[in-house]
């Protein structure tokens, strides 16, 4: 079963630098095992911090295709097929997303003139999008989140919800502020790990991208949603004092969480 759940970074897209990384995290089982939860362009780079390389990665969950969370993909991929000593991490995505995850973002320099596949890298794993699956024993469910809208297409971020021993938690992964669409979901869940952008104009008002949880929008939630709530993905920077207003606080970059 799972046993903890470091985050390697808690930066926005545009996070630059050792201060912060972007928002990939890593689940570690009792056995030792490691999931990483997306695997953004600097995830080398903070898994070297932790002292981790590309081998001891044994499966990753990928949510969406932006390139915070799959930019790291060809070095995971490249470094465990030409390490004879490593095996191929398993993928778990969203079985839509699969094809897109080729054709849109690795193959141009991973399929090798055509020679190889996404099967070559990694041992992929659909997933439906209102399923979910079962790495080291714990269930794991898709939770799709509205992430922004391309023209009329909706592009949806798949969080994840699951329950140990000790709790209910969720991960949203990145979404916008739809709190009657989630209002199920923060009902179900005892621990919330909540995407928060922190941007503000010159003069203080709220810059809202429209495509993030703002903070200024989280705050209005219910005092007992708040209680619940772990706030990442946030922009470098000043950041408001979120545990006096009664949330958890922000994460801060390699902060361990039991599960």
Known sequence: MVSKLTFLGTGSAFTVGAANWQSNMLIESEEGRRLLIDCGG???????ERGLEARDIDAVY???LHSDHVGGLEWLGFSTYFDAGAARPALFIEENKVARLWTNSLSGSMARSG???LDDYFEVRPVSGDGGFVWEGQRFDLTGMLHCMDGSVPLISFGLRFETDIGRFLITSDTRFEPQRCASLYAWAEIIFHDCETSYAADGTPARSGIHAHYEDLRTLPSDVRAKM???HYQPGPRPDAQAEG???FVAKGQVFGL
């Open 42 to 48: 600097d995830a080398r780079l903070a898994l070297a």
């Open 62 to 64: 990928i949510s969406h």
């Open 115 to 117: 020679l190889a596949t």
């Open 230 to 232: 772990w706030l990442y």
């Open 247 to 249: 949330f958890r606080g």
